[in-house]
């Protein structure tokens, strides 16, 4: 009995530490982005008066001008082409940042669903 007990609480540490595992590799995904926008304030705040904060972005309305391309609201298929080339969707950006691998790309769109 006791070693069924104690597999058992291996067994769900491995869990939770695969769980704790994963969510820490999230933030990976995104981590260039914070230098220059704050991953847990909301459009209203900008840093370096750079980027505007990503939380939440994911369904909000797209507060930059010169992107009508894009639509209104930041969708996964807006931030993927933003993403893409942001100089190219418009080449006054700021944003230096671009990412042309398909899957990176898909990886930070999932990481900032989850802010």
């Known amino acids: ?19 704790t595992i994963s969510s820490a590799q999230t933030p990976r995904a995104i981590a260039v982005c914070k230098s220059c926008h704050f991953l847990d304030k909301g459009v209203d705040v900008k840093k ?5 904060g990503l939380k939440e972005i994911v369904g909000r309305k797209i507060s930059i001008s010169g992107v009508e ?33 398909e899957k990176k790309r898909a990886k930070i769109i999932e990481a900032l669903k989850a802010l």
């Open 48 to 52: 370096n008066n750079l980027g505007q």
């Open 1 to 19: 009995m006791l070693k069924k007990i104690i597999l058992g609480t291996l067994t769900l540490g491995i869990m939770l530490g695969s769980t």
């Open 69 to 101: 391309s894009l639509g209104d609201t930041w969708t996964e298929e807006a931030l993927n082409t933003w993403l893409t080339n942001p100089k190219k969707v418009k080449p006054s950006t700021k944003m230096m940042f671009r990412q042309k691998k």
